[in-house]
């Protein structure tokens, strides 16, 4: 498969770390922390370069002007989201991102002020939504205590299974229909590995009147999305994933052209957002930029962003539905193996179906016994173990290849036995 693989000269292009006796890592924490491309460090020293010859002038002067530097990155990021280019800007971290759409999306009234999410939702998007309902409510409600209990609907999966059903998602936003005002999930469970069905999910929230949005850390990068197609409103994704941004890495916004020339809405503000062509002229007024250039706050970080367009321009080489064919089959070669070990000890939580699933499989270990994972770990395996009792594997397929997850395979029947 190795041999036949279209891509794999693209491994080559990145750095693997090495284990103490020389030999490359299998390295399976894409999902968590991309591999540094080679050409990264020369995107890097060209921006350092420029900045010790120019200074100040670089910001026009540069080989990449700095100025206008977040804008190279905007072709190959609305191509891998599947967006217009207007509907998508680089900046600032997923968190941050999250928060400032909330701030202009989640318009609660007394009768429509729910939001949902996943049961187990990444913490970091469970805090976000806890506390901008907490900061969209007045200190009265604030201070009676259970508003975030009142105003939280958490999808939890059926009992005795691990992963949502779409129909059982689609049930509660029904059922919740004029009370819900934002759904806000991940487009892939960091988790469990489950990719939601996007499309049917926002058109559910459209029919009841609630604003759609998604946390594409796991997803972007590593499934196929379509994210005007669908009509989705926002979406925030980190690029130090699937993205090979490095770590800490430049974040990103969509927000659908619908809400291009939208006003109204409430935002933060800084001059980043501010009309190009007034931005200079240092005038107390904001004018916002139409799109999601519209929502952007402080000028970009070039060092970030240079590192970014060096990942995503080898994303513009592959191609996306090059890579999503080789991710089916790598991952399907993955779960295979994992079957063939036929183990009672571990059991694969990530949907069966190609559909609901991008490259990672999460593997529980029963009785959240830790040992196996560590034992894979002093074999040179880089997974990674998730509270309470999964083992996370993503062959990513830029860089990973058959004989990874072979060799992965064998290490972990190997350990079990
Ligand atoms: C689903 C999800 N949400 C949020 C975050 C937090 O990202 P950041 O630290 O860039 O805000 C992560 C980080 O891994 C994540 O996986």
Excluded at 17 to 44: A, C
Excluded at 336 to 350: A, G, H, P, Q, Y
Aim: net charge negative.
């Amino acid at each position: 498969m190795d041999e036949v693989d279209p891509l794999r000269n693209f491994r080559d292009r990145f750095l693997v770390p090495r284990q103490h006796n020389g030999d490359e890592v299998i390295y399976l924490t894409g999902n968590s922390l991309g591999l540094q491309p080679k050409q990264t460090r020369e995107y890097v020293e060209q921006e350092f370069h420029d900045w010790a010859t120019l200074g100040v002038a670089g910001h026009l002067r540069a080989q990449n002007p700095w100025l206008l530097y977040h804008e190279f990155l905007t072709v190959p990021l609305a191509r891998i989201i599947g967006a217009k280019h207007s509907e998508v800007v680089a900046m600032n971290s997923l968190t941050v991102n999250l928060h400032l759409l909330m701030v202009s999306f989640y318009r609660p009234t007394s009768k429509r002020n729910k939001i949902v999410i996943e049961k187990g939702a990444f913490p970091s998007d469970q805090y976000a939504v806890e506390s901008q309902i907490m900061f969209h409510c007045d200190a009265e409600t604030r201070r009676r205590g259970d508003t975030v209990r009142e105003r939280l609907i958490e999808l939890a999966p059926r009992e005795g299974e691990a992963i949502l059903r779409t129909e059982d998602i689609l049930k509660t936003i029904r059922q919740h229909a004029d009370e819900i005002a934002l759904i806000l999930l991940g487009g892939v469970n960091y988790y469990t590995g489950q990719a939601f069905d996007m499309k049917v999910i926002t058109e559910a929230g459209h029919e009841i009147g609630a604003i759609v949005g998604f946390d594409l850390a796991h997803a972007a990068g590593n499934i196929p999305l379509r994210l005007h197609e669908w009509n989705v409103d926002f979406a925030a994704w980190c690029s130090y994933k699937y993205l090979n941004g490095g770590p800490g890495s430049v974040g990103g916004i969509f927000v659908h052209e619908n809400h291009a020339n939208n006003f109204e809405l409430p935002r933060f503000a800084g001059w980043w957002g501010n009309e190009k062509q007034s931005r200079f002229l240092m005038r107390p007024d904001f004018v916002p930029m139409s799109g999601a250039e519209g929502w952007q706050i402080s000028n970009p970080p070039i060092l970030q962003m240079a590192a970014l367009r060096a990942s995503l321009e080898i994303f513009q080489e592959a191609g996306m539905e090059k890579l999503r064919e080789k991710s089916l089959s790598l991952t399907g070669y993955l779960e295979f193996l994992l079957d063939e070990i036929n183990d009672k000890r571990i059991s694969v939580i990530t949907p069966r179906n190609i559909e609901e699933r991008g490259c990672q499989l999460s593997i529980r270990v029963k009785e959240a016994d830790k040992t196996l994972f560590e034992s894979i770990t002093s074999r040179g395996v880089f997974a990674d173990w998730r509270e309470p009792d999964v083992i996370r594997v993503a062959p990513v397929p830029l860089y990973n290849s058959f004989s990874d997850v072979f060799r992965f395979a064998e290490i972990l029947k190997s350990c079990l036995e």
